[in-house]
């Protein structure tokens, strides 16, 4: 069981995370773009969360996260006897510091100590290259179903440290952001999968590691994730796009009606209407 939340628990992790970027990024994107701002628009590690606006919760979720699995995967680390032996989880104990390491870095940030310049997106590439590292060595003596999956899960690891590179070169770029995003997102869903697949809960059959149809499956299946992370992102641009369009020509009608003053006719008391620029108000009014 402390194996299955081992894989469970960096997959909600990276699952939430991928989602709450992937919003976040699309929103930054339109709002800049519908507001004609597109020369504003960069890209950053971590987006703020309206309503804890005083508050870093991507990075203090990050250090609570990996803190937790920290102390599962020691807990978990011995046997009856009191003495260490699995050393996956000392390898996991590993992958959790480096992330719970960036979260540290983005809560500085967010209270502005004097660090150089990208220190954040260094330290978040770290996190994902030492993952990749970690799991490398991770697969001697595996089984061929075991070898395969956790292949897959190292072709996600390096998708997002090359992507984070690219966005912290490229800031201005909301398409390398997603691919960081996109390829967390598959990382996520496939560490949970993994969970199913190698460390099944009590009740669920177990698979046969050496069966062929097995490994012809799992592919197939990882394709298949990779398609439904390209359809998240495409239903949430189109869900943002709208309501901020929506929203944008709410605010410019609002706009456009204060440029309306009615002023009583000293003529014949009639009301009439009078365009006038805002800066001008004084003038008329």
């Known amino acids: 069981m402390g194996t299955w939340m081992g894989h469970v628990l960096p997959g909600t992790f990276f699952v939430g995370f991928a989602l709450w970027w992937i919003y976040s990024i699309l ?4 709002k800049c773009r519908f507001t004609h701002q597109e020369d504003n628009y960069r890209n950053s590690v971590t987006f703020p969360v309206a309503t804890f ?23 978990t680390a011995f046997d009856e006897h009191g003495c260490w032996v699995h050393w996956g989880n000392a390898q996991h104990i590993s992958m959790y510091f480096f992330f719970g390491f960036s979260g540290v870095m983005d809560v500085l940030y967010f209270y502005e100590f004097n660090l150089p310049p990208n220190l954040d997106y260094a330290c978040a590439g770290i996190a994902f290259v030492m993952e990749y590292f970690l799991f490398a060595f991770h ?11 956790h292949t897959f899960l190292m072709y996600t690891i390096l998708g997002a440290a090359v992507c984070g590179g690219l966005e912290a070169a ?14 967390v997102l598959i990382q996520g869903v496939w560490f949970i999968h993994i969970a199913f697949i190698l460390y099944p809960p009590l009740g669920m059959a177990k698979w046969d590691e050496e069966s062929h149809e097995a ?27 709208i309501s ?17 003053e009615k002023i009583n006719s000293a003529d ?3 009301a009439r209407f009078v365009a006038f620029d805002e800066s001008s108000e004084e003038d008329v009014l």
């Open 139 to 149: 697969l001697h003596g595996r089984t061929p179903l075991d070898v395969m999956v």
């Open 53 to 75: 606006s005083n508050l870093p919760v991507e990075g203090i979720i990050k250090v609570i996260v990996t803190g937790v699995g920290i102390i599962g995967e020691v807990a």
């Open 170 to 183: 490229h800031r201005t770029s909301p398409i390398l952001a997603l691919g960081r995003a996109y390829v």
């Open 27 to 30: 929103y930054r994107y339109y």
């Open 215 to 241: 490994m012809m499956f799992v592919p197939l299946a990882f394709s298949w994730y990779g398609a439904g992370a390209l359809i998240i992102i495409l239903i949430t641009a189109i869900f943002v796009s």
């Open 268 to 270: 014949n008391g009639n």
């Open 244 to 260: 901020l369009r929506r929203e944008t020509a709410v605010t410019t009608n609002l706009g456009m009606n204060i440029k309306y």
